[in-house]
């Protein structure tokens, strides 16, 4: 559970429904999110990180409820393997079916999903309603923020709203792993 005022979560979603970009700490990095249905949102998150857009970006939800519209058609095994690892430093990348835009899944057949165990992000996606995008706080090619600080050296006032916190006690960003294969992508 989240120790943040109802105020501070209150202001991150208000600026992501004006389309904002923010900045909030998960399990074991701050990350970037925004509003995965706002084209310009994200092509503006892409732009402050200088990342391709072909790689993808990752959805986070607070439960798998939040995912139920892009995991159905999963068969059992592949549920089952999302559950067992759920909530937690876990993305498994799913076939979308064409049910997220390319600005999500970049070049890809599939698209990285993961519900969190961190208090801030379940708040934010509880109180925001559904999925956001998640994506390391860091330029490309330049190591995660895992402090405060190193978000506003990275970013400065580029950001919309900035989520108190701290990150969580992972000691690297979360595992990804393909959800019909099982095999790691990034450990």
């Not at 899944?105 to 519900?115: C, I, K, M, S, Y």
Request: hydrophobic share 40%.
């Amino acid at each position: 559970m989240s120790s943040l005022p109802a105020f501070q979560i209150s202001g991150a979603v208000a600026s992501l429904r004006r389309g904002g970009v923010i900045a909030y700490p998960t399990e074991a990095v701050w990350g970037l999110g925004c509003d995965p249905a706002d084209e310009v949102a994200v092509n503006r998150l892409l732009g402050l990180k200088r990342r391709e857009a072909g790689k993808g970006l990752i959805l986070v939800a607070s439960n798998v409820t939040q995912l139920d519209w892009l995991l159905s058609g999963l068969n059992e095994q592949h549920r089952l393997r999302l559950d067992e690892s759920w909530p937690g430093p876990n993305t498994w990348l799913v076939p979308h079916n064409g049910r997220v835009p390319q600005w999500i899944h970049g070049d890809h057949d599939t698209v990285a999903v993961r519900v969190s165990a961190h208090g801030v992000v379940r708040d934010l996606c509880n109180s925001w309603g559904g999925v956001l995008v998640s994506t390391s706080a860091n330029r490309a090619g330049c190591a995660a923020a895992t402090q405060r600080f190193q978000v506003l050296r990275y970013f400065g006032g580029q950001l919309d709203y900035i989520v108190p916190g701290s990150v969580g006690s992972q000691k690297k960003p979360s595992l990804i792993r393909d959800v019909v294969s099982n095999q790691v992508i990034r450990s």
